[in-house]
């Protein structure tokens, strides 16, 4: 039976902590006897090692009204379940599966305590079903996946996938930019870069339509960095390498558009 490798050094781990070691403690795990004592010690370890990223999810959460101690037990919650279910052999990252994964749990949270009542009911089903088919796609593919895998994932038109994912980052960009851990160039990792795709809450739209529009009517260079945002799944470094600038043009580009999107809806 092969021992459980040592944790890392406290000092190894800083608040950019990518948590790399976490797959290799799974594939420790996998070696041990599901019954044995030495399995059930083995998961604590996994579980203990990755609370801090269940926290840090809820704090993305906390200035919307929820008792922050709440957030944390159900973002934990996600946790269990991204433990029990990540398989070390079908994906390279547990960070790209967890996070999607709790936040879901604390998107369901919100959606089932604090939605407001003017959400039309077709985006809330449709919110749930691209919740639950994300980390599923993620852990198959290995990558984030688009909006064409998610619509023929569920059975619906790539524009529905879409015109929620736009609308649904428009309420969710401050989150997306929150950092999660440090980059190789060493500077803060963004959830958005770490998961490879946006956040599918959707919270206060009431005219799907108004998306459309909206959509249509924006300048080529708007609509060409919304294509590759939401159609290709690209992350804001590599929608900035594919047309020449810098990360943070593209970040307030996506920031103003959205924002202008925002006063459209309400």
Known sequence: MAPARPARPAEARSSGDSYDDVVDMFLVLRTMPPESREYARQRERIVVRCLPLADHVARRYARRGENLDDLIQVARVGLMNAIN????????????????TMMGEVRRHFRDHTWSMRVPRRLRELHVQIGKATPALIQRLGRAPTASEISEMLGISREEVVECLVAGETYRLESLDAPVGAASSGNDRMVAESIGELDPQIDHITNREAVRAFVAVLPQREREILQMRFFESMTQSQIAQRIGCSQMQISRILANTLQRLRDQLE
Do not use: E, L, M
């Not at 052999?89 to 960070?95: L, Q, T």
């Open 85 to 100: 279910r990540f398989d070390p052999a079908k994906g390279p990252s547990f960070i790209g599966f967890a996070v999607p």
